[in-house]
C-alpha cells in the first residue's frame, strides 16, 4: 500500500508528454475520416468535415496562431511592452524576446495554449517556482552558460506566463553536423576544436548533475557553441529539478532518438524521475555526435546481411549498434569508419560501454567523469601524436591503421607529464 | 539532367552520377516534390507569381541549417509531358531552379507517375546506403485538370498517403480547378486546399517553416510535430 501512495505522489508531480498531440475531445456531432497515423484523433473522430478533409494538416497544424501576450507584468506589477521589433525567435510553445532593457536577458513568453491541462499548468508554475526562488539552485541561476529563469513574468490577471533568463549566444550544436557546416560556422577548426566543445558540454552536464538538475532534452538545438567552445544551454525549463520537499519536477519532454532505450521501451518509466544513468547515455549520444558530425551511434546497416535498419531511432530501440573494435562497424556507407578510427581506444570503448553493453543495463554506462577523461585523453593525442593529421583533420584521408596502437593515454599520467 | 514521360510512353535512362545523394551527410533526409502545373492557363501572373514563390521558398530553406542538409527538393512539371526540371537536390546546394515557361495541357498523370518512380527509386536509395529519412513531402498544384490517363498513377499515390507514408497535398489555383476529380486524386487524408488569389509566396513561407519544424525532430516523432498554422497563406487578407 505504501508503495502504491509513493506511485500515485510521483505521478502527481510529473508531466508525461511523450510529444504526441493530445486527443482532441468528440462533440456531438462527429465526422469520421480515414485517419492519419498514431496522431489520429480518439475513434477516429474529427470536430468539423474541414478536418476530417483536412487529415494530417488538421492534426498537426495549429488552427489558428496561437496568441502570445504582448504587455507583461513583473512581480511588482510593472508593465512591459513586447513585440515584434523584440521577437528573437518562435516555437510551439511560445516565443522569445529580448529583454528591452538589458540586452544580457532574454523574455520567454509561453502561448495560450501550451499548458493544455491544469496538471501540466501546474507543473509549470512549480517548477519555475523552484528554479527561481529555491537556495539550493542559486549557483546555477548565476551561470551564464544556463538560460536559467531568473525572474517570473505575468499577464494582467497575474498569471504566470514566462520568465525572464539569461541570454546565451552561439550556434546549436546542429551547426557541426558536417565538414561543410563547420567550415562556414567557424572557419578555423578542426577535430580538435569539436573534441573541446564535446570536453566542454560533458563538464557542464556534470555540473549540474552534481547540483541536482538533470538535463532531460538531448535535442543538439538545446544546446548552442561559439568560437571559444563554450557551450551554452537553452532550454532549462525542461531540465529535472527537486522541490525543496524531496518532490521531482520533470517535464517529460525529450527528444527521441537521444533518450535512454528503457525510457522509450517503457514509457511508464517516463512517469518516475530520471536517473543519472538517463543522463550518461543522453551525454553519450551528443558528444558521438559531436566527433562523428551528427551521425548517430545507432546508425546501423549490415550491407552483408542487408538487415538493420536505416532509422536510428528504431535501432536505438532494438539496440542495433554498429561500434566495435576495428572493423567490427556497421557504419552506412561513407566515411564514419574513418572518423571513427581516429579517436583513441578509451574513448571508444566509452562509447561501446555506454551504447553496446549499457543498451540493457543502464548500470554498467561510462560515468560522465570517465567520459570526461577519456575525451581529455582524446585531446592530448591529437596534440602529440604524429599521425596528428588524421586525428585532427575534418576530412582524413585515410583511416588509422589497425596496426597502429598508439599509446595508450591515461589521463593521469597528464599530471605527471609523462608525455613531453 | 532531366527526362520526360510523354503520355506513360518510355523514360529516359537516369545517370547514375546525377543521384546527387551526399553519404557524408548524417542528417535524416526529407525529400520533397513539387508537382507543377505549366499548362496555358498558367501563363502571365501565375506563373510569374510561381517562380517567385519557388525562389523565395528556395531562398529561405537553405538558409535554415537544418533544413538545408535535411531537405532534398524535386520539381516536376507538367504541361503537354510531365518532365523533371530540378532533380533531388540538397536544399544546402541549391541556390536557384530553372525558370518555369507556361504552355501547352496538362499531363498530370504522367506526372504523378514519374512521381511514384522517383519516390520509389529515392527510397531504395537511402536504404541501399543506410541513411534515415522523414517522410517524403508531395505537394500538387494545378490550375485546372487532367487530361491524359491519370488514374492508376493517382491510385499508386493515393494508397502511399492512405497507408501514411508520405504527406501529401493538394493546391488548387484559380477558379476552374477540376475540383471533383482533384478529389479522386487527393486522399480523403490529405488536405486538398484552394489557394486565395495568386499567394504562392505565403504558401511556401508556410512550407518553409513546416519544413524547418520537421527536420528539427527525430525521425520517430515527426508525426508529433506541431506546424505552423495555414492562416498565414490561406487567409486572403494576407498578413
New interface residues.
Partial sequence: MGMIRTLIKKVNYLIFD????SATSAPASAYT???????APANNVYPTPAA???????Q???????PVEQLVYNRRGEPLQLGSQFELASG?EGVVYTFPHDEKYLIKIYKKNAHSSAEKRTHFIEQMRTMINEDKYRICRKKTFLAWPQMPVYDANHQLIGFVMNKCSGK?L??L?????ISRNFPHWDRLDLAKVALDFVRKVSFLAENGVYVNDF?P?NFLVDEAHNVSFIDCASFQVQTPSGQYHTTGTF????IAPELVLHPQNLLYPRNIHHVEFGTAIVVFNIL?????PY???D?NRKS?C?????NLKKGRCPLGIGTDCK?????WQKHWSWLTYDLKSSFIKTFRDGHRNPAVREPLRELEKNLQGLIHAMGHDHHNQGRRSLSPAVKKKSEYEGQRIKPEDLFQNKYQ | MSYNNHNNGDFAMRNNKFDNLDVNNSAPRCPVILLLDISGSMSGEPIRELNAGLQQFIDEASQDEAASMSVELEIITFSDYASIVQPFTQMSNLSSVPTLHAGGMTSMGAALQLANTELRNRRQLYQRNGIPAYKPWVILMTDGGPNDSWQNAAAEMRQRAERCEIMYFGLEIGSNVDHQTMCQIIPQNSPLKQLPGLRFKPFFKWVTDSLKMVTRSAVSAQDSVRLPSTQSWLDPSGM
Fill in positions: 511523450n510529444n504526441s498531440s475520416a480515414q485517419p492519419y497515423s498514431a496522431a476530417a478533409r483536412d487529415g494530417w494538416l488538421a498537426m497544424c495549429f488552427a489558428e496562431e496561437d510551439g546549436s546542429g551547426s553536423k558536417s565538414p561543410a557546416l535535442n538545438e527528444f527521441a532518438s537521444h562523428m558530425y551528427g551521425l548517430h546508425s546501423y546497416y550491407f538493420g536505416a532509422d536510428p531511432d528504431t557504419f552506412p556507407t561513407g566515411d
